[in-house]
């Protein structure tokens, strides 16, 4: 009974094909929809956690100042001997290094480049999951002499050198030579947009005593701190918040002036945030299945119309309410099917082309489109059980009057 109420549904639907598309329309767009935000917002998840595990494992970073934007002219920075204390002092400390920024123009030949020059020590390439593509990192006697020697990024290389050899070529930054020893393996784009090869990395010696001057010990920017594997990141900003206040000088009552970031909680604040507005932007979505099963009620109403004399002839042939019942509703959970099925397909079809667009993984999920193509069949079952009630309630007689 049900396969030959299911032939007559093809039937009908092959009957008017542009009808049966426009009914099950607005199904396809809330499949297609819900099945979209959801898969493009987990990739894009996915994308904020790789960008940041990107600036290192088990990463925190000490900064002046509270909060990532730091606190103010007044607020004093950090020199070398706060990261040996920090090495020193602080358990489950892997490994801290210095970061000294400036902004300068290199200049080989007569090419140049305004680019970000970061002074530190050579535990930062591993605190940082730095590779070296070509040459060698600057090592602890590097630091401790304050050589003129330069790692460069992938993109400062091609720019500067294009197709020259990089390694013992000349830099010039302001009124300093250095000496390119070493390309780091290409990084690619941050976690804010920032070209994470477009860099210079020299010894943190080198830019306090030739690039900017001795002018001050208190000239770290930032101390980047590494976690052993079974320390939170929690334990060691507890340990690390009372020893900054010691070194600081800071009183009891006096609030920090300094603030310790765990980059794993901000991987996990933006994932939160993102799936958030994933399941809000779902439920948008799953509204148009809501107005495509209206749609599928709207027309099996009019189909229930065009056929009572039809329906009026099988009751009197001796057809049961209940198989005329399930003849319209088994039609409307087809129409909405072929509708999901459909709008799984082009949801396919869109993540894949927009997830190549924006650069986000295309992470398929096969519950979500399980889900989404189930919930279209349930909206032919809810929208279509009345119109087929009423056609199983219509006397045969009235039926077989009907004009």
């Known amino acids: 009974m049900f396969w030959n109420a299911f032939l007559i549904a093809l039937r009908e639907i092959r009957r008017n094909p542009t009808r ?7 199904v396809i767009i809330g499949v297609a929809a819900v099945i979209t935000m959801v898969t493009l917002g987990r990739g894009a998840t996915e994308a904020v956690k790789s960008q940041i595990s990107i600036l290192g494992s088990n990463l925190l970073v000490l900064r002046p100042g509270q909060g990532w934007g730091g606190g103010g002219r007044n607020v004093p920075l950090f020199n070398l001997a706060d990261v040996q204390a920090i090495t020193n002092q602080v358990p489950g400390v892997r490994a801290a290094a210095p970061m000294a920024q400036t902004m300068a123009p290199a200049i080989h030949l007569e090419k140049a480049r305004n680019t970000d020059i970061h002074g530190t020590t050579p535990p930062y390439f591993g605190i940082g999951n730095w590779k070296i593509n070509l040459g060698r990192f600057f090592d602890d006697e590097d630091v401790v002499k304050g050589n003129p020697v330069a790692v460069i990024g992938e993109t400062i290389r091609k720019e500067l050198f294009g197709n020259e050899d990089p390694i013992g070529g000349k830099i010039r930054l302001n009124n300093m030579t250095v000496v390119v020893i070493g390309v780091t393996a290409v990084k690619g784009q941050g976690g804010f947009g920032e070209d994470l090869d477009d860099n210079i990395f020299v010894p943190v010696t080198t830019l306090q005593r030739r690039l900017n001057g001795q002018r001050s010990k208190q000239n770290i920017n930032q101390i980047m701190i590494s976690a052993e594997d079974g320390y939170s990141g929690d334990e060691i900003i507890a340990s690390v918040t009372p020893l900054m206040r010691e070194r600081r000088n800071l009183r009891g009552n006096e609030a920090n002036n300094f603030s310790v970031v765990d980059t794993r909680q901000i991987a996990d604040a933006v994932s939160s945030s993102t799936k958030v507005m994933t399941t809000l932007l779902g439920a948008v979505a799953g509204v148009s299945l809501l107005v495509g099963g209206i749609g599928i009620m709207n027309i099996m109403l009019v189909s229930v119309t065009e056929r009572t004399r039809e329906i009026g002839i099988r009751l009197a042939i001796g057809a049961r309410a209940r198989e005329v019942l399930l003849q319209f509703l088994v039609e409307a959970i087809t129409l909405s099917a072929v509708g999901g099925a459909v709008g799984v397909a082009l949801a396919l079809g869109l993540c894949t082309g927009i997830s190549k667009l924006i650069e986000v993984p295309f992470l398929f999920d096969p ?22 009630r009423r056609a199983a309630r219509l006397d045969p007689i009235d039926a077989l009057r009907h004009e």
């Open 20 to 26: 049966a598309f426009l009914t099950v329309l607005g």
């Open 367 to 388: 519950k979500i489109n399980l889900i989404a193509f189930g919930f279209s069949a349930a909206i032919g079952v809810l929208f279509g059980f009345m119109p087929a």
